[in-house]
């Protein structure tokens, strides 16, 4: 549960991340390094996909062949997601246009995950994002665990998204 004090640390950060989205100059938008991108609106951990499986969803794939995915857009700091599809290709594919129906062009596939769950973590600081990380495990806390680990250091470290298949 948030309390009010946090809430109000959250609106300032966002405030902040807003001003420099809004204000930027020309200079800022050339393609960023490798480890640092460009600011973007802080992805909230209420931004994980419902994992409610549908009958639909449950009858396209077959275990051992389920196959999920991850797309981060790094301007809306918006993602998409797709799980139990019959194949890797498949699932990249619904993950990139579930992210562009959502958030725009500029959508990235960034994990896939067969038989297991896969999460996005994001470290930031400033009012900056600085660094993200995505990985995969077979448990969803595991996944969420390691990409939380892959960006360790200053600053705040959020889970972005995550995402998992049927298994077993």
Same mark, same amino acid.
């Given at each position: 549960?948030?309390?009010?004090?946090?809430?109000?640390g959250f609106?300032?950060?966002?405030?902040?991340?807003? +001003?420099?989205?809004?204000?930027?100059?020309?200079?800022?938008?050339?393609?960023?390094?490798? +480890?640092?991108?460009?600011?973007?609106?802080?992805?909230?951990?209420?931004?994980?996909?419902?994992?409610?499986?549908?009958?639909?969803?449950?009858?396209?794939?077959?275990?051992?062949?389920?196959?999920?995915?991850?797309?981060?857009?790094?301007?809306?700091?918006?993602?998409?997601?797709?799980?139990?599809?019959?194949?890797?290709?498949?699932?990249?594919?619904?993950?990139?246009?579930?992210?562009?129906?959502?958030?725009?062009?500029?959508?990235?596939a960034v994990? $896939?995950?067969?038989?297991?769950?896969?999460? /996005?973590? !994001?470290?930031?600081?400033?009012?900056r994002l600085?660094? !993200?990380?995505?990985?995969?495990?077979?448990?969803?806390?595991?996944?969420?665990?390691?990409?939380?680990?892959?960006?360790?250091?200053?600053?705040?470290?959020? +889970? !972005?998204? $995550? /995402?998992? +298949?049927?298994?077993?």
């Open positions: 549960m948030r309390t009010p004090r946090m809430f109000m609106v300032a950060t966002m405030a902040v991340i807003v +001003t420099m989205l809004g204000f930027a100059p020309a200079a800022t938008a050339a393609a960023p390094a490798p +480890t640092q991108v460009a600011p973007v609106s802080s992805p909230s951990d209420s931004a994980a996909p419902s994992q409610t499986l549908t009958k639909r969803a449950q009858a396209r794939c077959r275990i051992p062949y389920c196959f999920g995915a991850l797309a981060i857009n790094l301007r809306t700091g918006g993602s998409g997601y797709a799980y139990n599809h019959t194949s890797k290709r498949s699932a990249l594919r619904a993950a990139k246009r579930s992210c562009a129906r959502e958030n725009g062009s500029g959508c990235k994990i $896939w995950r067969r038989n297991g769950c896969a999460a /996005v973590a !994001w470290r930031g600081q400033n009012g600085v660094e !993200w990380g995505a990985r995969h495990a077979f448990t969803k806390r595991k996944a969420i665990k390691k990409a939380r680990f892959a960006v360790r250091g200053r600053g705040t470290i959020k +889970t !972005w998204t $995550w /995402v998992c +298949t049927a298994r077993r």
